[in-house]
C-alpha cells in the first residue's frame, strides 16, 4: 500500500461538498450502471433488484478512507450488514492518478485490511461516480429493493482523519440501514459527505 501522502487544509476543505449537489440525491431512481470487479466480471446493479445495496466510493491512497479501515470501522460495517444487503465498493480513480492501484494490487490490500465488499468495482473513467455525483472518498449511498436512493452522504459525523475519532461517533449509514430493518423512514437520508475528492479524469 502507498504511504500515506499529508493532505493540505485547502484540499480536505474543497471536499466538504454539500449533499444536495449530488445527481443523486435521496428519494431519487439510482443511476442503472455496469462496472468489472477485481476479476474483470461485469457486475450490473439491476442484479441486485429487491435487495438493499451500500456503494462506497473507496480509494486507498486518502487518509479519510485509512481512518475507516485502519480502525476497523468499514470492514465491522461490511461483515455485520454482509448477510442482509449487498455491499460495494467503487473506485473511480483515473488512472494516471498517483493513488490508482491495479486490481492485483487491490485485492492483495482488501485482504490485508480484512474487507468483505462483496464486491469491489473498478470506475476508472469515472461515469458511474459522476451519474451519482459522488464527491469524495468515502461517499455512502444506501439504495432500497426499489431502487430508490434512501441514503446520499457522510459515514459518520466526524470529520477528522484521526482512526481514533470513529469511536462515539454517529454512523449514518449503520442508522439508516436498522431503520430499514425496523420498517421506518431513513430518519437521515441525507448528509455533507467528507473525505478526498475524488480522483476523477
Partial sequence: MKTVRLV????????????????APAGSAAPAFTLTDLAGKAVKLADFK?????????????????KHYRSG????????????????AVNSTNAGHQ?????EALTKTLTDFGA???????????????????????????IDGTGKVVYNGAID????ANPADVKGAKNYVAVALEDMKAGKPVSTPSTT??????KYK
Wanted: hydrophobic fraction near 45%; glycine fraction near 8%.
Fill in 193 to 198: 459527505p467528507y473525505g478526498c475528492t475524488i
Fill in 116 to 142: 468483505a465488499p462483496a464486491k469491489y468495482l473498478m470506475d476508472e473513467p469515472g461515469a458511474v461516480g459522476l451519474a451519482y455525483g459522488a464527491k469524495t472518498t468515502p461517499h455512502m449511498y444506501v
Fill in 8 to 23: 493540505c487544509a485547502a484540499a480536505i476543505a474543497a471536499a466538504f461538498v454539500p449533499a444536495a449537489f449530488a445527481n
Fill in 157 to 160: 459525523d466526524n470529520r477528522s
Fill in 50 to 66: 429487491g435487495k438493499t445495496v451500500v456503494l462506497e466510493w473507496h480509494n486507498f491512497g486518502c487518509p479519510f478512507v485509512q
Fill in 73 to 88: 470501522n468499514m470492514q465491522a460495517l461490511q461483515k455485520k450488514y454482509g448477510g442482509e444487503v449487498v455491499w460495494l
Fill in 99 to 103: 493513488d490508482y492501484m491495479k486490481p
